[in-house]
């Protein structure tokens, strides 16, 4: 099935460091969100975005829809480790209410 | 956020059995829930949406007769995967969009259950 490509695959941040990761289609989305997913568990979200330009925050979180409606990205300042997970975007393409789901990036955290 | 729940959480089962997932929208009512499927460390991907009092629409490439799903109730959804074999073996997700515009509104994730086959 189609996915989304999302970057990067993994990091690994000091405790404190700002974290940016983005998702990107070949097609363009009428609506972007954020998830986060820890092991064994089913996906939370975190910010849903709607409108083209958007930019939505959510804590430490901030999330922006891309002006072409092809991309999203979603930042984390002042990582803790808690943060420690699987962040997926999804986004819901015009004429449907199916997601489709980026590829994940997997976030570590070092204290 | 809406709660949606799943169960089991975990079940190992034999070759050739069925076994059942449930759904539960647990504080609002899902006239329209969805199943995913998820292997070990990739994506999840969609695999059928269920509608109440209605047949489920199956994604392209997954067996409806294999995965038989069951929309009962406005708070339920079941799926059973039937003659189970190892290849099944993965992480069933379910979620359920919360709101008053129906199918479009913002999906809600149960918590999934492994389903591990012997």
């Known amino acids: 099935g189609q996915q989304l490509n999302q970057s990067p695959q993994s990091m690994f941040i000091q405790e404190g460091e700002d974290v940016s990761m983005n998702c990107t289609s070949s097609s363009i989305f009428n609506t972007w969100l954020w998830y986060k997913q820890e092991p064994g568990e089913g996906p939370v979200l975190l910010i849903a975005l709607y409108k083209a330009g958007e930019l939505t925050s959510n804590g430490r979180l901030t999330a922006q829809f891309g002006i072409t409606r092809k991309d999203s990205f979603l930042n984390i300042s002042a990582s803790i480790p808690s943060d420690v997970g699987i962040y997926f975007c999804?986004?819901?393409?015009?004429?449907?209410?199916?997601?489709?789901f980026g590829t994940g990036t997997r976030l570590k955290v070092l204290a | 956020g809406a709660v949606v729940s799943q169960h089991p959480s975990r079940v190992i089962c034999k070759s050739g059995t069925s076994v059942k997932i449930e759904c539960r929208s647990l504080?609002?009512?899902?006239?329209?829930m969805f199943w995913y499927r998820q292997f070990p460390k990739k994506s999840l991907m969609l695999m059928a949406t269920s509608n109440e009092g209605s047949k489920a629409t199956y994604e392209q490439g997954v067996e409806k007769d294999k995965f038989l799903i069951n929309h009962a109730s406005l708070t339920l959804s079941t799926l059973t995967v039937t003659s189970a074999h190892p290849e099944d073996s993965s992480f069933y997700i379910c979620?359920?969009?919360?709101?008053?515009?129906?199918?479009?509104?913002?999906?809600?994730f149960g918590p999934g259950t492994r389903l591990t086959v012997l």
């Open positions: 979620s359920a969009p919360s709101g008053t515009s129906g199918f479009t509104d913002t999906q809600y």
């Open positions: 504080d609002f009512q899902a006239t329209t």
């Open positions: 999804a986004g819901i393409a015009s004429g449907t209410y199916k997601y489709i």
